[in-house]
């Protein structure tokens, strides 16, 4: 079952720093960003952090968004494509806009959700197991689906899995992953370490003595030629 969202909506301005100077930007507060397309010359804009991170929270990679661009009459059809975070701070560094053409095929990657109960989990039969987070589908940008959820309710015992071909999704969207993939899957319980026997006081203390052995110091000339060529 795939899910769709409304429109969103965001505003940006045309940028002229580039390169290095950009830094200056994130300093302030502004996000660097640039629009891009198959028909469209790329075009460096910039916008408020603190208004990119909720509608990207929102729209992920999958959402249509009304892009506004400052001064200019009409709103842009984008995707966003790719999100630069800074590695310690996660905040975003750089953003990538796709304007895509309305009646032109797009092609994506749609996370996968989970719904419902599954028995086997809920009677702790087995456990399970997701292998793919996301699947790859084709659509027209305004009916890309926000995700597809998978209901687990129908797995009942180990072995028992949901294959991507099952999975139903809405008119105009086809799922490119191969059909025999699978989505979920229910996985025997896993077994319980047993603990080792406990260590009989003879053996415990013989090592003792061996480990005071080892502590004797070695002469200088004793030494092994590795242990030389390492110093």
């Given at each position: 079952?795939t899910?769709?969202?409304?429109?969103?909506?965001?505003?940006?301005?045309?940028?002229?720093?580039?390169?290095?100077?950009?830094?200056?930007?994130?300093?302030?507060?502004?996000?660097?960003?640039?629009?891009?397309?198959?028909?469209?010359?790329?075009?460096?804009?910039?916008?408020?952090?603190?208004?990119?991170?909720?509608?990207?929270?929102?729209?992920?990679?999958?959402?249509l968004?009304?892009?506004?661009?400052?001064?200019?009459?009409?709103?842009?059809?984008?995707?966003?494509?790719?999100?630069?975070?800074?590695?310690?701070?996660?905040?975003?560094?750089?953003?990538?806009?796709?304007?895509?053409?309305l009646?032109?095929?797009?092609?994506?990657?749609?996370?996968?959700?989970?719904?419902?109960?599954?028995?086997?989990?809920?009677?702790?039969?087995?456990?399970?197991?997701?292998?793919?987070?996301?699947?790859?589908?084709?659509?027209?940008?305004?009916?890309?689906?926000?995700?597809?959820?998978?209901?687990?309710?129908?797995?009942?015992?180990?072995?028992?899995?949901?294959?991507?071909?099952?999975?139903?999704?809405?008119?105009?969207?086809?799922?490119?992953?191969?059909?025999?993939?699978?989505?979920?899957?229910?996985?025997?319980?896993a077994?319980?370490?047993?603990?080792?026997?406990?260590?009989?006081?003879?053996?415990?203390e013989?090592?003792?003595?061996?480990?005071?052995?080892?502590?004797?110091?070695?002469?200088?000339?004793?030494?092994?030629?590795?242990?030389?060529?390492?110093?």
């Amino acid at each position: 079952m795939t899910t769709k969202k409304e429109k969103i909506k965001l505003t940006v301005e045309k940028r002229k720093v580039t390169g290095r100077k950009v830094r200056a930007l994130r300093q302030q507060g502004i996000l660097p960003a640039n629009i891009y397309g198959k028909k469209e010359k790329s075009l460096a804009v910039q916008l408020e952090a603190k208004s990119f991170l909720p509608v990207f929270k929102e729209a992920g990679e999958t959402s249509l968004i009304e892009l506004k661009v400052a001064d200019e009459k009409e709103a842009r059809p984008v995707l966003i494509h790719n999100v630069q975070f800074h590695p310690v701070e996660e905040t975003p560094l750089h953003v990538e806009f796709y304007q895509v053409d309305l009646k032109e095929k797009v092609t994506t990657k749609v996370p996968v959700e989970l719904i419902g109960e599954s028995p086997a989990i809920k009677d702790k039969i087995g456990i399970l197991i997701q292998p793919l987070s996301e699947v790859e589908v084709e659509a027209l940008p305004a009916d890309l689906p926000e995700k597809i959820e998978v209901d687990i309710s129908g797995l009942k015992a180990v072995d028992e899995t949901v294959l991507v071909g099952s999975v139903k999704v809405s008119e105009g969207v086809k799922i490119l992953t191969d059909e025999k993939e699978v989505l979920v899957k229910i996985e025997p319980p896993a077994k319980e370490e047993i603990a080792p026997p406990p260590v009989a006081e003879a053996a415990v203390e013989g090592e003792a003595a061996e480990e005071t052995q080892e502590e004797t110091p070695v002469e200088e000339e004793e030494k092994k030629p590795e242990e030389t060529k390492a110093e």
